[in-house]
């Protein structure tokens, strides 16, 4: 097979050929010549040449109804096989109609508890992803407050006016977690730090449209290892997205590649504190400079870090400065149902002033129902969420947030120094809070994903496997501060079982899934799975699979 430089060299051959031809053949050869350079040029971009063509010959070969059917059926195939392994020997959903004089009180919650037993249970700390547990009694605390709001609105804060007061003051409270002036900054409450991001997108873009009219392809500049809901946004909204780099050895964003990315269609910078899939937070001091001096916005997803940064430095950690206090820095988003310790459905975005929030609302007054306007992109918001995190901020104080964010950082350090002294396995860049990602030193002969298989073998850890490198990612949190100790003890034991047996998970395992993923030239496709596996997920089984 030939290499891209063969084929480069062969390129150089047509052109020195080309000087000794006649001046009409020349320009024939010419015409061809810079045909065939550009298609190089092309391929040879973004993953390579050979994948390139791979993923060109799929994509020919799609445009052709038959294949488009076939490979379609075998996705769907595919997916539904994937499903029916994942949910093997777990109870499947099987009302199809109201029953129909309703069940009693006790037979449906009898039900619930049922399913809810196969549910992961968050406080035994074998998941490192998902679900942040303070304690039995704060979350008895939160569901109490969160349940004295469940029928409220917060769609009409003229109707709710303790809706609005909570939101008022968790935007306040946050900004001024944040070094922000909490009487200039203002903000929303979100249901996740998706819609923070998808709210922050849609703001800056709409801000540039109004900045500058004939501006038709906006864009945005993020780091390739920002949340992929900065991706579903750009989806959403029509932004282009311009990716900068992640340093190899620092994982942090690669600050020297940002300006020559800005334009005139940027409408605004995402940097991440700290990034979720390696727990880096970006040199946002020196990204708020390049912003703020081409006047482009500057949005810090803090989704994770946002309730926890503040009181790592607080505890006297050397931690890179990520909020206001860079002029720059126009946002931040942060969630509450995270390191904030409240219900699921809680995340605040917070701007530097309303210059910037009043591109985010949404009205419309052509409707015959009324003036329509909604702040946030939901519109009907349930008052439990929001009820609930201004509760847990509340109770927990500073006091609070400084003692749990105290065990859990001394609990992240132990985890990080104890891989550390792991012969086989190294850190991912020099993470500063409670996220840890790991891999295989380059002269081991281990794969990480045979590790991960082996954790779940040994005592049923659920870690998070990732790629881009291939890494393992673990978030600590409250509830893994009693079994910290048993994972380092497993993890070694993990390793050793993977060294003694090689092959042991090499063909079902995670690893054989990413080698096959790693296998197809074209993402389309692998997206085109994930949907067909996600459609699977959501319905009901075949009655055949239920007799």
Known sequence: METTNQIYSKLTQLVQSFSKESHLRKLEHFIVLIALIKMYQSLNKNGGF????GKMLIRLLKK???ISQKLTKELQTEAAKTVKQQFEGKPPPKFTQLPPSGLSEEEVLEIMKERKAFDLDPTKGKCWAYVYDHSHKHTEFVTKAHNLFIHTNALNPMKFISLRNFEIEIVAMTAKMMNGDPHK???????????SLLLAVKTYRDRLYKINPEITEPELIMCVSGHPAINKASHYYGVKIVYVDSDPNTFEMRVDQIKQKINKNTCCIIASAPSYPHGIVDPIDQISIIAERANIPLHVDSAIGGFMLPFIEKLGYKIPQFDFRNNGVTSISADVHKYGYSAKGASVLVFKDSEYRLNQFYSYTGWPGGIYISPTTLGTRGGGPLAGAWASMMVLGQDGFM??????IDGANYIRDEIRKIEELEILGNPVTTIIAFRVKKNQEINIYHISDALKDINDWQVENQRFPECIHISFMPQH???????II????????????????AKDGTAAMYGMMGMVPDEEVLEEFMAHFMDSVYRLPSEKANS
């Open 50 to 53: 050979f994948k390139n063509c």
């Open 481 to 487: 501060l009693q079994i910290k100790e048993q994972f």
């Open 64 to 66: 052709s109804s038959a």
């Open 490 to 505: 497993d993890l070694k034991k993990a390793i050793n079982i993977v060294k003694e047996n090689p092959k042991k998970y």
């Open 403 to 408: 003692d749990v964010t105290k065990k859990i």
């Open 185 to 195: 900054c203002v903000g929303s409450v979100t249901s996740g730090g998706s819609e």
